[in-house]
């Protein structure tokens, strides 16, 4: 099956930071592919690159079989893009936003109106076609732009953080949306995300961008299966004697012993039989258990594995992006 | 072309729905008008001047009948008598009085011989239009006096000089309103251009534009067209209500209108150009309204919208020559009140034209078609 987008050692800097770092993966067509990393880990940067919006320093890509550099006009044509930032016009109305956008890609004037008909009903804004954007919810102004991406019939459908900054219920409305659209029209998405469970529940593949580099790269099933434990006990302890993480280590199934300040994170490739094992062993030692969790392998414990601290955390180190901004201008 | 149509089309939508911005643009200029057009326009009137006839002959004595009539008559000045110079020149000082007239002793036995008979007139000069107006009433007022003294013959010896207005009497707020013309062309331009396209740059909403096939010619075009557009939309409707605020005469008649259209053109093309220039390359929308203001004066005073420019030192002079606003400025002047033809005005559409080419030739040159 040709690649829908096939990236080779793609590369960029800024000054003397490198914000992507010689990545190479390559997307099926008719896949939900995800690109998961905390803020500031280069994927906005590497989906600006593969849309066009920024020259890559080094490498090379091709979108729908077109060079990014030599053939951008190509790669435009095919691809339809939802950027972080919302691009509607607040001014303007849902259908107003739509045609101007038709015209941008020339999408001729017959099939203009029936394309946009049919958006709208894909996204559910048919009512609210005549309606000013700015008077829309950030549910429905998300919703304005796929349907605004997808009015001149992509392929392929790049949507970067999509569902960042809406509630629980928008976001899984949105998702849902975008699900039967990409049956619908056979597309193949490209998504970049930061939440976990989005991520695990959607995409048929998952890459793992940490500090400008690929770090893992599989579906979200393989992901999981590929690191050591199946399962993580978290728990606190009182009164516990001094090798009590070694006698912890020896318990059956358990794979590692870490810890965080007094949590104690068990790798176990049987949760229930460490667990049963745990609590015994307590009880005999007299030690007090204070919390105790037990949980199957997440993307964050993935996470983790492959970069040595939680996305959480991760999540709040300050963004290199604020940092480079203060060096470009 | 489609895409610099979507763009064009997309600017003339917004502002639509954003008619605010219209306004915007012409708020500052017609409050100039009305009230810096007012408050500059009219003739210095109700001065205090102190009269001190040390002389007391019947020379003096025609001076001061021919002051008061100028007093009664033209109100230019009220007169206020003095025994004692030096207390009129105290008065002066402390501002109690706007100038002295002194009529020195011997002045009568003086006028009487033909020997060079002076009154002196000691004005506040530190405001220069009093000063001027005094010292004009006063000539006048001395001319007078010569013309009606037995001793003056009948037919003038000496060259006179007779003065022949070529145009109506221009009020000041008619001569403030070309400049307000090219002054809210140039507001449309800053605010419904340059400003909102940065604040749209720093909202991500290009990133929209960029993605799509458009080509680096058509987004320029696109901007730049509907810029020109609102600019001379804005320039258009000012010249409407400005010339029945300012009342100039025939203002509609359309051979007139035509030219005034043909310069606010040029100039909205002109003033988008050199907005384009200045933002292709900035980022920050906070340094676009910083410049904005200080451009404003920059621009405006020294085009001659407000005082001539001959009055100037040679280094506003100089700026002035460069100005963009000068040219349009001085066109407007021709055809709004001088009702003059193309003749006039082509070396300052010649100079627009060139302008409006070499700016845009830059901007291109500039303009990044990748973040």
């Known amino acids: 099956m040709k690649a829908a987008v096939d990236v080779r050692g793609l590369t960029k800097r800024f000054g003397d930071f490198t914000a992507v770092n010689e990545i190479s993966f390559?997307?099926?067509?008719?896949?939900?592919?995800?690109?998961?990393?905390?803020?500031?880990?280069?994927?906005?940067?590497?989906?600006?690159?593969?849309?066009?919006?920024?020259?890559?320093?080094a490498g090379a890509a091709t979108v729908g079989g077109a060079d990014i550099v030599r053939d951008s006009d190509t790669v435009r044509r095919t691809i339809g893009v939802i950027p972080q930032a919302l691009t509607s016009d607040p001014e303007l109305s849902v259908e107003e936003n739509l045609i101007i956008?038709?015209?941008?890609?020339?999408?001729?004037?017959?099939?203009?109106?029936?394309?946009?008909?049919?958006?709208?009903?894909?996204?559910?804004?048919?009512?609210?076609?005549?309606?000013?954007?700015?008077?829309?919810?950030?549910?429905?102004?998300?919703?304005?732009?796929?349907?605004?991406?997808?009015?001149?019939?992509?392929?392929?459908?790049?949507?970067?953080?999509p569902t960042t900054g809406l509630d629980p219920v928008s976001r899984t409305a949105v998702w849902e949306m975008l699900h039967r659209i990409k049956t619908a029209r056979d597309l193949t998405v490209i998504v970049t995300t930061h939440y976990m469970d989005e991520a695990d529940k959607l995409c048929d593949r998952i890459a793992i961008v940490d500090h400008g580099k690929l770090v893992a790269l599989d579906s979200p099933l393989n992901l999981k299966a590929s690191i050591p434990g199946r399962n993580f006990i978290?728990?606190?302890?009182?009164?516990?004697?001094?090798?009590?993480?070694?006698?912890?280590?020896?318990?059956?199934?358990?794979?590692?012993?870490?810890?965080?300040?007094?949590?104690?994170?068990?790798?176990?490739?049987?949760?229930?039989?460490?667990?049963?094992?745990?609590?015994?062993?307590?009880?005999?030692?007299?030690?007090?258990?204070?919390?105790?969790?037990?949980?199957?392998?997440?993307?964050?414990d993935v996470f983790v594995h492959f970069t040595g601290r939680d996305l959480r955390d991760a999540l709040q180190e300050p963004s290199p992006a604020d940092q480079r901004l203060l060096i470009r201008r | 072309m489609q895409g610099a149509f979507a763009i064009i089309e997309r600017e003339l939508r917004r502002l639509r729905r954003a008619p605010m911005l219209v306004v915007m643009s012409l708020l500052l200029p017609i409050v100039q008008l009305v009230i810096?057009?007012?408050?500059?326009?009219?003739?210095?009137?109700?001065?205090?001047?102190?009269?001190?006839?040390?002389?007391?002959?019947?020379?003096?004595?025609?001076?001061?009948?021919?002051?008061?009539?100028?007093?009664?008559?033209?109100?230019?000045?009220?007169?206020?008598?003095?025994?004692?110079?030096?207390?009129?020149?105290?008065?002066?000082?402390?501002?109690?009085?706007?100038?002295?007239?002194t009529i020195p002793p011997g002045f009568s036995r003086r006028a009487l011989a033909g020997n060079e008979p002076r009154v002196a007139l000691i004005a506040d000069n530190t405001d220069t239009f009093v000063s001027a107006t005094l010292a004009g009433t006063m000539s006048g007022l001395l001319g007078a006096y010569n013309s009606r003294t037995p001793n003056a013959r009948r037919i003038a010896t000496q060259p006179t000089l007779e003065l022949v207005e070529v145009y109506p009497y221009v009020p000041y707020v008619q001569y403030l309103l070309p400049g307000l013309i090219v002054m809210s062309i140039f507001m449309m331009v800053m605010i419904g251009g340059g400003i909102i396209y940065l604040d749209d740059k720093a909202r991500g909403l290009h990133e929209g534009y960029l993605v799509t096939p458009i080509s680096k010619f058509e987004l320029i075009l696109g901007f730049n067209v509907s810029g020109a557009l609102k600019a001379a939309l804005v320039g258009v409707v000012l010249m409407i209500i400005g010339s029945l605020i300012a009342g100039v005469p025939n203002a509609f008649a359309p051979l007139k209108v035509l030219r005034l259209l043909a310069v606010i053109v040029l100039t909205s093309v002109a003033l988008v150009s050199m907005m384009f220039l200045?933002?292709?390359?900035?980022?920050?929308?906070?340094?676009?309204?910083?410049?904005?203001?200080?451009?404003?004066?920059?621009?405006?005073?020294?085009?001659?919208?407000?005082?001539?420019?001959?009055?100037?030192?040679?280094?506003?002079?100089?700026?002035?020559?460069?100005?963009?606003?000068?040219?349009?400025?001085?066109?407007?002047?021709?055809?709004?009140?001088?009702?003059?033809?193309?003749?006039a005005i082509t070396t300052d559409l010649t100079y627009l034209l060139a302008f409006s080419v070499v700016t845009m030739a830059a901007a291109t040159f500039l303009f990044k078609r990748e973040l």
């Open chain 1, 26 to 57: 390559s997307v099926k067509e008719g896949e939900i592919f995800g690109l998961l990393g905390p803020n500031g880990a280069g994927k906005s940067t590497l989906i600006r690159m593969l849309t066009t919006l920024m020259v890559p320093t």
């Open chain 1, 101 to 161: 956008f038709a015209r941008l890609y020339g999408v001729p004037r017959e099939r203009r109106k029936h394309l946009i008909t049919e958006l709208l009903e894909a996204v559910q804004l048919t009512e609210w076609r005549d309606k000013p954007v700015k008077n829309l919810s950030g549910g429905m102004r998300r919703r304005v732009e796929i349907a605004r991406g997808l009015v001149h019939e992509p392929r392929i459908f790049f949507l970067d953080e």
């Open chain 1, 234 to 300: 978290e728990a606190s302890f009182g009164g516990e004697p001094d090798d009590w993480r070694a006698r912890l280590q020896r318990l059956p199934a358990v794979d590692s012993v870490s810890g965080e300040g007094n949590v104690v994170r068990i790798a176990s490739n049987n949760g229930p039989l460490t667990t049963t094992a745990l609590i015994a062993a307590a009880a005999e030692s007299d030690v007090a258990v204070r919390s105790l969790a037990v949980h199957s392998t997440t993307l964050d």
């Open chain 2, 36 to 101: 810096l057009g007012h408050a500059f326009g009219g003739r210095v009137r109700n001065l205090k001047v102190g009269l001190v006839d040390q002389d007391h002959g019947v020379p003096a004595v025609r001076i001061r009948e021919l002051s008061n009539a100028i007093a009664a008559n033209a109100q230019t000045f009220e007169l206020v008598p003095y025994d004692d110079p030096g207390q009129a020149l105290t008065a002066l000082r402390n501002g109690r009085l706007n100038g002295v007239l």
């Open chain 2, 278 to 343: 200045l933002m292709v390359r900035m980022s920050s929308p906070l340094m676009a309204r910083a410049m904005f203001g200080v451009l404003n004066t920059l621009l405006y005073f020294p085009s001659g919208a407000v005082y001539p420019q001959q009055a100037f030192p040679s280094w506003l002079r100089t700026m002035a020559v460069v100005d963009p606003f000068t040219y349009p400025v001085h066109a407007l002047k021709c055809v709004l009140l001088k009702d003059t033809g193309f003749a």
